[in-house]
């Protein structure tokens, strides 16, 4: 229950536990009883006193202490630096305490269950910036952020999460609902007071309403932006054997993780090569040639391209400029052109044209073969040749609309879009509604309606479900 979340303290070990570990770990408390946990653990250092006793430090805020850590009995758990950070200034806005313990896993976990029994309760994922978000430091939006920075995998995608942890999105979308809630108002007095008060002018009560509408449109395509610098954009490379499809996943991640082979049929089953371009984490996946075959092994690899290319964001079809296009290629792009269609994401398809030093692309590329793809490269996988041609078609491919505020780019999330969407429908009904003449009530409606939804980006309207599944899917610590 959220509600009465703030009445304990939480800790928590906010560094790595599984896996490797660094040379140092910290453990994080939080709430009223942090001071007095940390005093009944904590003997500084400082004091040259004879005696040295528990109870007996006074943390000062934001103030680095060096002292050891004692259990019950007195014996020594740890070296530690306690970090206070008190009340308002911490980033949960209660009392905060780090224990910066020695790495390696024994002495945090030590400190971590000597916190425990002098009354913590171990954290649960995200339940820090839960607190944060409930003692008004952040909201939603921006504690979503907080999620999307410790997971992004790519410097791109760690800029627009704090860009949204900045308050972009939070900016707009609080100043969308404020928008909505006056309009709410302007129309419920007339609804109440329908003689008292001049007629509305809702002329320009429909221009707000466009702009608004305008801004949650162009925050919503941000969306795909997002998702693709999250997750990451699957790229199925697909063509007939010995075309140079291994050879072009060699040259884009200047790796060797393919194996090239000039024996045509080898590449059986899929490669993958993580690269980034543009900023958005790529995953390349090398496929075996498509063909139908009698070979039992050379079709299993079949079935998995089939099954890559179904997830791909993009597919790359590689063909060969020497032999030009042939039947086998045109087999395979009718199987692409089925994957397509079977895809559940929007695929998107480019041509590449490989071998290009041995003859050239344009009669390839200037056939009716060449049309049905979203973009048209030329390449010499051998040579590294058509590498920025393909880099900048491929963002092109993938690129989606900016939202600069404050000159930072941020990006929406799925349940912030869903959100928007609604918003956004709900701004094109009370339009309708406004210019059909329709009683105001329906009006009121439609923008209470906006209104919800914006406060569900915020978190201003949003249910404790909601909140639970967004804050369970942070790791501990956070
Ligand atoms: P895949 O079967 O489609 O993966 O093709 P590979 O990448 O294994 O390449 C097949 C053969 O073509 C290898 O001998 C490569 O060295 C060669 N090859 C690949 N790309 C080029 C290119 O752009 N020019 C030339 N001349 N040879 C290439
Ligand atoms: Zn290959």
Redesign the pocket.
């Known amino acids: 229950d959220h509600s009465n979340g703030t009445g304990d303290t939480i800790a928590a070990i906010v560094t790595p536990t599984g896996g490797q570990h660094g040379a140092v770990e910290i453990i994080r408390l939080s709430g009223p009883s942090a001071i007095a946990i940390v005093k009944s653990l904590f003997l500084p250092a400082r004091k040259r006193q004879v005696k040295k006793l528990r109870n007996d430090w006074n943390p000062v805020s934001h103030m680095v202490e060096y002292g050891t850590i004692i259990d019950a009995s007195g014996a020594l758990i740890d070296e530690v630096l306690v970090v206070p950070m008190l009340a308002p200034r911490s980033y949960t806005r209660e009392d905060v305490i780090e224990i910066q313990c020695h790495g390696g896993g024994i002495c945090s976990r030590r400190v971590l269950h000597l916190c425990l029994e002098a009354g913590a309760r171990l954290a649960q994922p995200g339940e820090f910036t839960l607190r944060a978000f409930l003692n008004g430091r952040l909201d939603l939006s921006q504690a979503e952020n907080v999620a999307q920075l410790v997971s992004a995998k790519t410097v791109s995608a760690a800029e627009t999460a704090l860009a949204g942890l900045q308050g972009g999105l939070s900016l707009l979308v609080q100043s969308l609902r404020a928008e909505c809630i006056e309009m709410l108002a302007d129309i419920d007095a007339r609804v109440d007071f329908d003689d008292e008060l001049p007629d509305l002018d809702t002329i320009s009560l429909i221009q707000r309403i466009q702009k608004a509408q305008q801004q949650v449109e162009q925050a919503l395509t941000t969306e795909r932006r997002g998702k693709l610098l999250q997750v990451g954009i699957q790229v199925a490379i697909v ?1 007939r ?8 996943l060699n040259a884009w991640s200047q790796t060797n993780k393919a194996i ?3 024996v ?1 049929g080898t ?1 059986r089953d899929v490669i993958e090569a993580g690269i980034v371009v543009g900023g958005f984490p790529v995953k390349l996946l ?1 496929t075996a ?1 498509i063909r139908d075959t009698s070979d039992e092994v050379e079709s299993i690899g079949v079935e998995r391209s089939i099954v890559a290319a179904r997830g791909a964001d993009v597919i790359v079809m ?1 063909v060969n400029a020497k032999d030009g296009w042939t039947e086998e290629d045109t087999h395979i792009f009718d199987r692409v052109l089925k994957i397509r269609e079977m895809s559940s994401r929007v695929a998107q398809s480019m041509l590449v044209i ?5 003859a050239s692309a344009s009669t390839i590329a200037g056939s009716k073969f060449a049309n049905p793809f979203d973009k048209v490269v030329a ?5 590294r040749v058509g590498f920025e041609d393909l880099e900048a078609a491929f963002l092109e491919l993938v690129g989606t609309g900016n939202v600069i505020v404050g000159g930072k780019m941020w990006a929406v999330n799925e349940r912030q879009a869903e959100q928007l969407l609604r918003a956004s429908k709900a701004l094109e009904r009370l339009q309708v509604s406004i210019k059909q003449n329709l009683p105001m009530d329906f009006w009121a409606v439609d923008i209470k309606e906006a209104a919800v939804a914006f406060g569900e980006v915020s978190g201003d309207d949003v249910s404790e479900e909601v909140l639970s599944r967004i804050f369970s899917k942070f790791c501990i610590g956070k």
């Open positions: 063509g054997p010995n075309v140079g499809k291994s050879s072009l090239v082979t000039s045509a590449t090398d040639g590689v490989n071998k290009i030093d041995q390449t010499c996988a051998t040579q």
